[in-house]
């Protein structure tokens, strides 16, 4: 293959990649009240939580709210993510998936596509939730530029995610099973995490898990960003993180894909 | 000139069912082939192999004079393909889903939509064409799986049973589209179960039962040959068990 073929390839997919994630804009915008209370959701779960167990839990040096919407924000981000699951598997369960492949499309572009779609989703879900934070008190001393930072952060851990919740749709037979085994992942990571309560008050066995696993690292480096602190140390985590996860899930969508196509 | 379609000994088996047991076709460019056969006789399987879709555990198979399995690419990209169950995207409206195909055709923006428009004319479908395709009725769905298998001008195309589910007014539609892409170059292999689509449309018929060719020539000859004067009573003595034809004798053509 000589250097202009592969680059018109790249161009190709990058194209096949934005016209498939036309199509699931396009998805959204027939069915705008899906988006809305995808969106409304999240931000009645800020609300809650705020008021809710703002006076129960003691948070180290931090308002509770201050505290309190990092954790939901990211816990928000994953559970948006495994929505890519269900896409993909009713994607190949109405077999359009086949009829793509008889394009001479690239085929990849099909998970690109619709993961590049949902990361969209996911940013316009968080700066929501940013605003309802906000509204419940939230302050953000770091700034706007760390508080960006802590967005993008956010979206691109989601968007690590939702490779791997593709892998996961490729694998379910059909939306229904997508999403459970989506929700069986996501759950016990929103929950056994810094998202809601300190680590430190959890049971001994769960603290070393809560304390080491993607969530939490996520969650603190967000934290730290919005709250003017020492980030760095965190944020590296953080990126180790989303870098590690697309290394891993992408190659295994991808692989999966040709695989259920075959 | 090569062939547009050349198939040899093509074998597929599926947990438990022998699909293929060495399937040959051979469609000439620019001619229309009706591949005609009982339910579960190896049809959309073997339009599946040659579209890409499926792949043979024998055999080797040829589409516009690109190997199926080593360029599948370069296949795909000679091809147009409409399945045997409507494949469109219902919460698209139908004139974004032929968009959406131009696209992935690699047509720039503005073609995709001309050819859009023209389809969903020729199909009857300009009226509906801002509705979501979910909301469609069977019949209409189809016709836009069917458009959309047309939107790259394909020098080959697959139809697997593309009749079915449409109204006698419909079907003569369809009908008078394919004469034109066939009239202006297009390589044609149908699948039907209706014997008169294939003495309408088809110069040559191949009929398989239990994944095997059990009887090719035109339609003319295979009347002949089994001493059936209509297509059906034809088909019937080929594919009914212990069919009392001499085995076909003939897949000599
Ligand atoms: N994905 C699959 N898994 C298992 N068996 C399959 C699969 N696809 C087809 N088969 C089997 O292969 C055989 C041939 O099927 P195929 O769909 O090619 O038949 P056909 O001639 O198109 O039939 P019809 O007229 O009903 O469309 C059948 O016995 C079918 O059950
Ligand atoms: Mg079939």
């Known amino acids: 293959m000589t250097t202009t073929d592969a680059l018109g390839a790249v161009r190709w997919s990058l194209t096949d990649t934005l016209v498939l994630a036309g199509r699931s804009l396009r998805h959204w915008r027939r069915q705008p009240e899906l988006l809305l209370l995808s969106t409304a959701q999240p931000v009645v779960l800020v609300l809650l939580f705020t008021q809710v167990f703002g006076g129960a839990v003691a948070t180290p040096g931090m308002r509770y709210v201050d505290w309190l919407v990092p954790g939901v924000l990211v816990q928000v981000?994953?559970?948006?993510?495994?929505?890519?699951?269900?896409?993909?598997?009713?994607?190949?369960?109405?077999?359009?998936?086949?009829?793509?492949?008889?394009?001479?499309?690239?085929?990849?572009?099909?998970?690109?596509?619709?993961?590049?779609?949902?990361?969209?989703?996911?940013?316009?879900?968080?700066?929501?939730?940013?605003?309802?934070?906000?509204?419940?008190?939230?302050?953000?001393?770091?700034?706007?530029?760390?508080?960006?930072?802590?967005?993008?952060?956010?979206?691109?851990?989601?968007?690590?995610?939702?490779?791997?919740?593709?892998?996961?749709?490729?694998?379910?037979?059909?939306?229904?099973?997508?999403?459970?085994?989506?929700?069986?992942?996501?759950?016990?990571?929103?929950?056994?995490?810094?998202?809601?309560?300190?680590?430190?008050?959890?049971?001994?066995?769960?603290?070393?898990?809560?304390?080491?696993?993607?969530?939490?690292?996520?969650?603190?480096?967000?934290?730290?960003?919005?709250?003017?602190?020492?980030?760095?140390?965190?944020?590296?985590?953080?990126?180790?993180?989303?870098?590690?996860?697309?290394?891993?899930?992408?190659?295994?969508?991808?692989?999966?894909?040709?695989?259920?196509?075959? | 000139m090569t062939a547009a379609i050349r198939a040899e000994g093509l074998v597929k088996r599926y947990a438990g069912v022998q699909a293929l047991r060495g399937v040959d076709l051979e469609v000439p460019a620019g001619a229309v082939l009706a591949l005609l056969g009982p339910n579960g006789a190896g049809k959309s399987t073997t339009v599946g192999i040659l579209t890409t879709l499926v792949a043979p555990d024998g055999g080797r198979a040829e589409v516009a004079g690109f190997d199926v399995r080593r360029q599948p690419r370069r296949v795909r990209a000679a091809i147009g393909v409409a399945g045997q169950h409507a494949a469109v995207d219902g919460r698209l409206t139908g004139h974004e889903n032929l968009i959406l195909f131009g696209r992935l055709h690699r047509m720039s923006r503005r073609a995709a939509g001309a050819r859009a428009a023209e389809l969903l004319d020729r199909f009857d479908l300009t009226g509906v064409a801002d509705r979501l395709a979910r909301t469609y009725s069977g019949g209409m769905r189809r016709r836009l799986d069917l458009a959309a298998s047309l939107v790259a001008h394909a020098p080959v195309l697959f139809l697997d049973e593309p009749t079915t589910g449409l109204d006698p007014l419909r079907r003569d539609q369809l009908w008078a589209v394919v004469d034109d892409f066939v009239a202006a170059g297009t390589s044609v292999l149908l699948t039907t179960q209706y014997l008169e689509e294939a003495d309408r449309l088809a110069d040559r018929v191949v009929v398989v039962d239990h994944g095997r060719v059990v009887a090719e020539g035109t339609v003319d000859q295979l009347k002949h040959r089994t001493g059936r004067p209509t297509l059906d009573a034809a088909f019937l003595a080929l594919t009914a068990p212990g069919a009392a034809v001499p085995a076909m004798a003939g897949r000599a053509a």
């Open chain 1, 77 to 262: 981000v994953a559970w948006d993510s495994a929505k890519t699951a269900v896409g993909v598997a009713e994607d190949l369960a109405s077999s359009t998936i086949e009829r793509f492949r008889t394009l001479p499309m690239s085929a990849p572009a099909v998970l690109a596509g619709r993961t590049l779609a949902d990361a969209g989703r996911n940013l316009f879900v968080v700066l929501a939730m940013l605003a309802a934070g906000v509204l419940a008190g939230l302050r953000l001393p770091g700034g706007p530029l760390a508080a960006a930072g802590a967005v993008a952060l956010a979206v691109a851990f989601g968007y690590a995610l939702t490779w791997v919740f593709a892998y996961l749709g490729l694998r379910a037979r059909g939306g229904e099973a997508a999403l459970a085994a989506g929700i069986l992942v996501v759950f016990p990571l929103m929950f056994a995490s810094s998202a809601l309560v300190p680590v430190e008050t959890m049971p001994g066995w769960l603290r070393p898990v809560a304390a080491h696993q993607p969530l939490t690292a996520v969650i603190d480096a967000v934290r730290a960003l919005m709250q003017g602190r020492p980030a760095a140390g965190a944020t590296a985590i953080a990126l180790a993180w989303t870098a590690g996860i697309l290394v891993v899930a992408v190659p295994a969508a991808v692989r999966r894909f040709y695989r259920v196509a075959a």
